[in-house]
Each structure stands twice: as C-alpha cells, then as structure tokens.
C-alpha cells in the first residue's frame, strides 16, 4: 500500500475528535508561543543590559595606545607624548560599516570643590557634538545641559551634585595633576547634572570639554586617551574591531583596539548564561508538551483498536499503521505550529516595537553592573523561532511513536473477538 | 602589641613560679621571689619600650625643634616629568605647618596648611581655598612621593606605633641603633611596618623603609648631608624613593632652617594660608 492513503487516513482522523485535536493543538501552540515570547523577553534583557553597560559611557569599541589600559595611566595617550592626528583616526573608526559614530576623550583625575566640600572626581574629557553619537550620557540630563567645547563648563552627576550641594550655574574650583607635574586648577560653571542610575558614575564622574581638560592638565590638543566608538549591533563589535585593528595600522603594537566583549568580558559571560537557560527552557516546555500529545494519542488510538484490528486482518502493513497515527501527530504539530506563530509574530512585533513598561511596579535596577530599565521589550529570537518549531515536530512525533507501535500491535483476531 | 610586659608574665614567669613552688623550702618565700622577679623584669621589659619610644620622639623633636621656620628645595624625578620646587614652611609643634611655593613661577603662592588632622590648599590661580577630603589623604602632595597623609600623620608615628629596638650595635662602623615600628592594632595607618635605622652618637636618622601590608617594602627615605643650621645638626636632604619605580624619587633639600622661632597657633590660619603678608 503506498504511503498516500495513510497520509489521508492520519489527516482525517484529527476530525474524529475535534475537541481532543483542538486541545493537543492549543497545548503545542502555547508551548511554542511561551518559549520563543520568553526567549524574545530575555534577548530583549540581554541586549538592554549590553546597551545599558556599553553605551551609556564606554561605547562599544575603544581605541587605546596599548599601555593605557588596565591601569589608565595619564601620560599613555594614543601616539605617545607628541599625541596623533585625532580627526584622522576617528575618520578611519568611523570609515568601519559597523561604526556608527566615534568620539575622542580624555581620562583624569583630581577634586572639584564648592564651598567648603570638596570630593574627588574622575574627569572625562569630550568633545560635546560628537559625543552623544556614541554614549547616552549626555542624555540622562536630570537639570541643565552639555558643557559647551572651548568653555570652562563641567557637567556633574547627581549623587555628586548633592555631596557638594552645586546647581547649574554654580562655580566650583577644579584641581587636577598635570602631566607636566603641576597641579592644575581652574574655576568651572556647572552646566548640568545627570542622573545614569549608576552609583559610580553619578557619585565620580564629571564631563568637562576635552579642550578644556586638556589645558587643565597640560595635554596637547593631539593627545586623547581614547577613541570610543558606537556599533549599533553590539555582536558586530568584535569583527570591526579586528578590521579597525588592521584599518589602523594598530599591528605594529603601540594601538589597542578592543571591542566591548574585550572591555566587559562579564556581560558576554552573562549572555551566554543567558544563552544556555534557552536551551533548559526549551527543553521544559517541549518535554512537558511531550506527554500532553502522548496522552491524547494513546486515547486516541485504544479508541480506534478495532479499525487497527481490522485493518490488520485485511492485510494492512504494521508499517502503515504506525505510519497513520505519526502522520496524525505531525498534522497536530503543524496545526500547533501555525497557530502558535500565528499567535507569536503579532505579540512580537508588538512588544518589540511598543514593550510593555513596567518600572512604575519594579523601578529599574543594575545587572552585572548594567543599568536595567524593567521593559519588557523582546528581540526577534529567529534562530529560536526555528529551533521551538523543529522542537514542537520533534515533540509530537516523538510522543505519537508509543503509541503508534502499541496500535500496530494489536492481536487482529482477539479484538475483533471482543477478546 | 598592646603591653610590652605581659608577655614576660606568660613566657617566662610562669615556669619559673611552678618549679620555685615545687621545692618545699622555698614555697614560703616564693610570693616574694615571684614578686622581687616581676618588679625586676617587667620595669626593664617596660623601659625597653620606653627608651626606643623616647629615641625615636626626641629624633622628631631635634629635626622639628618646638617651632621652625626655613626654606626648602623639592626636586621631584618621575619617568614622565622633573621639577624642582622651592618653597618656604613654617612649623609648630607638630599640630601646625604651613608650606608656601615660592617657584616655580607657574605654582608660586600656592600653598598647604596643616592644623591638627586637617588640611587645606590655597590655589592662587583661582583664589581658593580647598579642604582636602580624608579620601585624598593618601594622594600624592604637590606631585611628589610624599602622601598628603605623611604631612598630616607624620606627628603621631609615636602615638600609633609600638616601637621595638630591632637591632643595636655597629653597622659600618658607626653605632646604630635599628628601630621595627608596628602599628598599634587600633591605629588607622596606611603602612605594615616601618623601620628607621638612627645613629647613637647623634641621634641623627640615617634611613627609614616603609611596608605595606603584605610585608613589602613600599618605599625608603635617606638622609644625607648632616650638618648644623639653626645651632641643631640636621639632616639637611632627604631623598625618598618609591620602591616600584626605582627610577623615580623626590629629594628635599633645605637652604637654612631656624628652630624655636616666636609663633603662636594663632599663625597658622586660613587668611594667613591665603596671604603671606607679614608671615615671614
């Protein structure tokens, strides 16, 4: 007998009883749906905390002299004590596809004083139109705005704000070594003060414009501590920075070019955490579906023993048999699998594009050192899309194969006997 | 360690007491001869402790003198950058200094006064005056590898510190005395353990090496070119140097120095930090 009739056979027995099909499939669907929408939710965490982490300050790709990083020492600006021609290496940065924007800072360190309190602070020196292209800093202005380039302006964070009790407008007294060994100091107006959610940065850093830091510690205006550099695809940061690392002429050792997963190596850890708990959470949800269909299939199929016996006995192949119910299963699963996505796709670009926002019930809150703001915005999870489906036809044909060897065993003679 | 004599009591006295008390003859008089041996080894124990204490103070007070006054040179050699600084200082005790710049020119004015456990600098460039906070107490003073907290500390070294005699007798041929100070367990210090060798016949310190923690040593201070100014015999340099940068150091050089000069607490104020008229 050709495989076709039993395809047909399969088929039509989903009709038998519907209310039982009905079930098995909402129970697939749900089970695709919950997994690929909870897979989409976390991506969606992940990728808010790789943005929170890197592109609040740090960028997701840096170019150092070499000797910069780990120790951030002052003196080790990118080409050394004569410096470089910044415009030109941003230039290249930016030439990468993978780059969207980059920016040249100055690191340092030293006190700014108001009255009678004085706190220490780490400075960082930016340029003020170009800055924002890479870190969203700038952006979280909780009063007053950037400081404006060739202006002794500095913008403070919140918590520092309070310890020396400044507003905008307020002059305060900025003291920092010098490369040169002099103590620089200069007087400053509080431009703004911003609020990162982040207890380091609000309480130590200050943003002064990079011209300014730099007459403020006697650096040239061709020497910078860092290139930073915005790559909207956090995952493409690593390839642009081996092309950058070539593009630049960093082989000769004095560059670094590290992308964020070199610079963070806990939040890549944290996304392949993140990465494997998909893979246990698809194997809950389809292991538990698994035994949903096997049950409505072994009904199922003790209901129809007598076709089965009949069958049988007019000579039909076991192979057929077994062949019927598994064609039954996949036609549960395929049904399952366009409701379920029929149901998935639209919540997904829904909450992709509108999430849900619940920090009003949590208020937001740091993950490895990230911000996290509680939205609950999902990714498209594409590979996990195909894996749930490929997961949801695995299920049902792996839980109809019990039962179809149990229907083409059943002794012809003995049931139709009533036996 | 708290007391100097206690463990006299618990190492040696004690066997002593269990075998006098074993013989019968002497147990009567054995009080009194565990007595006589307490007052006799735990006054001696004591003095040793004593003595370095009193070495050591009367070191500081001979390089301090009750009040000074004189000028010094900084010179400062990092990998990245020298400089020399002159500057004018003023002492009181040791609860009071001032420390004016007077070169280089760029620096000139700028100023650090120190009363009690505070200190403020006066930045001329911006006419202010700062408070250093106790966060910045371990930075770097004027970019040399003096902390601000030598500055400030330096005057409780006896107060913070047991100080044992380590070793006593010649070292290249002259009689040295070689001091381990250890921190007090309540003392909030920045260093393990320091050491200062001084030499007997002058009283005159010859080095001083400075551990962290762990043991290592942080850094060292040399003193060199003894002589006599303001009638004392002082040290007029002392060059410290890092111990992990070996090309690096700060050497302080004084010009002239005079000792218990007419000053009175009262010199030692912020309008006085911010001005220098009539301070000399």
């Not at chain 1, 699998?337 to 019930?361: E, Q």
Request: glycine letters at 8%.
């Amino acid at each position: 007998m050709a495989a076709r009739p039993w395809w047909r056979i399969g088929w039509r027995n989903l009709g038998r009883n519907r209310r039982r099909s009905l079930i098995t499939i909402a129970a697939l669907a749900v089970g695709y749906f919950s997994v690929v929408l909870l897979v989409g939710w976390w991506d969606g965490v992940v990728v808010e905390m790789i943005n929170n982490g890197t592109g609040i300050l740090s960028g997701q790709l840096q170019v150092h002299s070499a000797a910069y990083l780990p120790d951030r020492n002052v003196y080790e600006t990118i080409g050394g004590p004569d410096g470089t021609d910044v415009t030109a290496i941003i230039a290249g940065v930016t030439a990468d596809p993978a780059v969207e924007g980059a920016a040249p800072r100055v690191y340092g360190g030293g006190l700014v004083s108001f009255g009678n309190a004085t706190t220490a602070a780490a400075f960082l020196g930016i340029d003020p139109e170009l800055e924002p292209r890479v870190s969203r800093l700038m952006d979280a202005l909780s009063s007053g705005r950037p400081p404006a380039r060739g202006t002794n302006e500095i913008l403070v964070g919140v918590e520092m704000a309070r310890i020396l009790g400044v507003e905008p407008g307020a002059e305060v007294v900025v003291v920092a070594p010098a490369v040169d060994g002099s103590l620089g100091n200069d007087l400053f107006v509080v431009s703004g003060v911003f609020t990162s959610g982040l207890a380091d940065l609000d309480r130590t850093f200050a943003l002064l414009p990079i011209d300014a830091l730099q007459a403020l510690m006697v650096l040239d205006p061709g020497r910078v501590h860092e290139i930073a550099a915005a790559v909207p695809d956090p995952w493409d940061a690593p390839a642009a920075a081996t092309r950058l690392h070539s593009a630049l002429g960093a082989t000769d050792g004095a560059l670094a070019v590290e992308s964020w997963t070199d610079l963070r190596p806990e939040l890549v850890e944290y996304a392949q955490l993140s990465q494997s708990f998909q893979w246990v959470l698809l194997v809950i949800v389809f292991g538990m579906a698994i035994f949903g269909v096997a049950n409505t299939m072994l009904m199922a199929t003790f209901e129809r023993r007598h076709e089965f016996a009949l069958l049988l006995a007019l000579g039909a192949a076991p192979r057929g048999i077994v062949w019927s119910v598994v064609v039954e299963a996949i036609a549960l699963g395929a049904i399952g699998l366009l409701v379920g996505a029929a149901v998935t796709g639209p919540v997904l670009v829904w909450w992709h594009n509108a999430p849900p926002d619940l920090s009003w019930l949590v208020g937001d809150f740091t993950m490895a050192g990230a911000l996290v703001r509680p939205v609950l915005r999902v990714e498209y999870p594409w590979s996990m899309a195909v894996q749930s489906a490929l997961a949801l036809f695995a299920t049902a044909a792996l839980a109809a194969l019990y039962p179809a060897m149990r229907a083409a065993r059943v002794p012809p003679a003995d049931t139709l006997s009533g036996r | 360690m708290a007391c100097g004599g206690c463990d006299y009591w618990e190492v040696d006295v004690y066997p002593i007491a269990v075998r006098v008390s074993r013989v019968s003859w002497l147990r009567r008089l054995a009080p009194y001869a565990l007595l006589t041996l307490v007052l006799f080894l735990l006054p001696s124990q004591l003095s040793a402790q004593t003595d370095a204490r009193e070495i050591v103070d009367r070191v500081d007070r001979l390089l301090r003198g009750r009040s000074s006054r004189g000028t010094m040179r900084m010179d400062v050699v990092t990998a990245h950058w020298s400089r020399s600084m002159q500057m004018r200082i003023w002492s009181l005790g040791t609860e009071y200094a001032l420390i004016r710049l007077l070169a280089p020119p760029k620096d000139a004015g700028t100023a650090t006064l120190k009363s009690g456990e505070d200190m403020w600098n006066y930045l001329p460039r911006v006419d202010r005056t700062i408070k250093l906070p106790a966060s910045l107490m371990g930075a770097s003073w004027m970019g040399s590898h003096f902390t601000n907290d030598d500055l400030v500390k330096e005057s409780r070294i006896i107060e913070d510190y047991d100080i044992e005699i380590g070793y006593e007798g010649a070292r290249n041929g002259v009689e040295v005395w070689e001091f381990v100070l250890t921190p007090k367990p309540e003392a909030a210090v920045v260093w393990g353990r320091i050491e200062e060798q001084v030499r007997q016949g002058d009283l005159m310190p010859v080095w001083a090496r400075y551990y962290d923690d762990r043991g290592e040593l942080a850094r060292s201070i040399t003193f060199e070119d003894f002589r006599s100014m303001g009638g004392r015999l002082v040290p007029a340099r002392m060059v410290i140097r890092p111990a992990d940068k070996p090309t690096e150091s700060t050497t302080i050089t004084y010009l002239d120095l005079e000792f218990d000069i007419a000053l009175d607490a009262s010199f030692f104020s912020l309008r006085r930090l911010q001005s220098d008229r009539g301070s000399d």
